[in-house]
């Protein structure tokens, strides 16, 4: 069977078993063009809740089903491959965030997004890279206690001077593997190219950019630039999608090897499968599904 074939059968079975596809940005042009919604994780918990689908398939990693979950407790929601998981996600848990809340009395506790739902339970709030400096802003107290990734702690804390932060030390595998010698090397091979970043790269490197944002936020700056050219810092799906989007334009990315292999595992086969009845159904423990969703739906208030 040819790629083509294939997302015709998975357009096909979509409509006659009542399936929704929301891929993250990360994912393969493969598996984008076959899919109802694709963006960042904001977009994606947005778009969770206006499917009228029954069935929902996550084609991202296991957070970003959870939050659909949790937004959508009467449907079915599948994880397209059960491998698919976020180590930064994996970096904290409920027990240490409960302790950290603790130490620091006070404060409001936020969590990134790639967290897991349990984590999820012990916050006040839930934020993303395209919403996390509109959200602190909103938020009255001006103490946050920010979880798990202090590099996007850091850039959100340089937008928000007025706020008192706390960090844990975590961090994206991915986007900490940036060097600033790498970013020189690459405006000294291409010194027209803009560079853009996403705020989950290490501080010194993020402060070398013309733009730091969502994976979301990367792609409508480059769509909307006048520049031609453009240095990418976020996983390399975005440069194979821009460079689909916009022909007349170049981009590079700023070091090799700029892969989540967890966001990767997932193909087009596991949509064909998770569509057909066999990909893996999301279920959380009823606390859970009560407790981790009053963070996101704060998200989803002052996030606009
Ligand atoms: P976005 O919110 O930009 O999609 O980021 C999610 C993510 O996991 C980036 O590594
Ligand atoms: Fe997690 Fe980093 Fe992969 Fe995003 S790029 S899913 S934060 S490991």
Request: charged fraction near 25%; glycine fraction near 6%; proline fraction near 5%.
């Amino acid at each position: 069977m040819t790629t083509r074939e294939l997302q015709d059968k998975i357009l096909e079975l979509k409509k006659k078993n009542d399936f929704c596809v929301l891929a993250h940005a990360y994912q393969g042009q493969e598996i984008c063009d076959i899919a109802d919604f694709v963006g960042d994780s904001y977009g994606l918990s947005v778009n969770a809740t206006k499917t009228s689908a029954k069935n929902i398939v996550m084609a991202g990693v296991r957070f970003m089903a959870e939050t659909a979950k949790l937004l959508n407790p009467d449907k079915n929601v599948y994880l397209a491959n059960s491998m698919a998981g976020c180590p930064m996600a994996d970096q904290i848990d409920k027990e240490t965030v409960e302790k950290l809340k603790e130490e620091n009395p006070g404060y409001t506790a936020v969590c990134y997004i790639n967290t897991t739902s349990d984590t999820k339970r012990a916050v006040d709030v839930v934020v993303t890279s395209s919403s996390a400096v509109k959200i602190i802003k909103n938020i009255k107290n001006d103490k946050i206690l920010f979880i798990p990734d202090c590099n996007l702690g850091r850039w959100v804390e340089k937008e928000c001077p007025e706020k008192k932060f706390v960090f844990f030390k975590g961090g994206c595998p991915t986007h900490m593997r940036i060097t600033e010698e790498e970013v020189k090397a690459c405006k000294a091979a291409h010194p027209d190219a803009e560079f853009l970043v996403h705020p989950e790269a290490l501080p010194p490197v993020s402060a070398m950019a013309d733009y730091v944002g969502s994976t979301t936020g990367i792609m409508k700056y480059a769509k909307e630039s006048p520049k031609k050219e453009f240095i990418i810092g976020t996983e390399q799906s975005i440069v194979e999608h821009l460079q689909y989007e916009c022909p007349d334009k170049k981009f590079y990315l700023v070091s090799k090897g700029l892969v989540c292999h967890n966001m990767k595992v997932t193909t087009l086969m596991d949509v064909y499968n998770a569509i057909s009845g066999s990909g893996e159904l999301i279920t959380l423990p009823p606390e859970t599904m009560l407790e981790a969703k009053k963070p996101i739906d704060e998200m989803i208030s002052l996030g606009g």
